[in-house]
């Protein structure tokens, strides 16, 4: 399976940007896929996973309220919307693949896609 992240980049504080990450190959041997990020200078953390059907979500804390995974299994793509950046918000964020949110949440992944810089300026 290849993940292809986009749609990163540079916003100020308070904007919104939406993150896309389309999967292809063997996507039957996937269940589900999420987000990653990982700072400067810090470990990856998880942030969102959601499954493909029936389409259950897990946040980390720091996303919940603000930040909306969402899946169109039609186009075997997930998105991650993002609201109300902060400048701590600014990371690599990488998608990843595999057969549960929950394993996924675990940082056990058997897929991950190459990352997608966002960076949120003050």
């Known amino acids: 399976v290849q993940l292809q992240a986009s749609g990163g980049g540079l916003v100020q504080a308070g904007a919104s940007l939406r993150l896309s990450c389309a999967a292809s190959?063997?996507?039957?041997?996937?269940?589900?896929m999420g987000w990653f990020r990982q700072a400067p200078g810090k470990e990856r953390e998880f942030v969102a996973a959601?499954?493909?059907?029936?389409?259950?979500?897990n946040y980390a804390d720091s996303a919940k309220g603000r930040f909306t995974i969402s899946r169109d299994n039609s186009k075997n793509t997930v998105y991650l919307q993002m609201n109300s950046l902060k400048p701590e918000d600014t990371a690599v964020y990488y998608c990843?693949?595999?057969?549960?949110?929950?394993?996924?949440?675990?940082?056990?992944?058997?897929?991950w896609g190459q990352g997608t810089l966002v960076t949120v300026s003050s």
């Open positions: 990843a693949a595999d057969r549960s949110v929950f394993s996924i949440a675990r940082g056990s992944c058997m897929y």
């Open positions: 190959g063997r996507t039957f041997s996937i269940s589900a």
């Open positions: 959601v499954s493909w059907s029936p389409g259950i979500t």
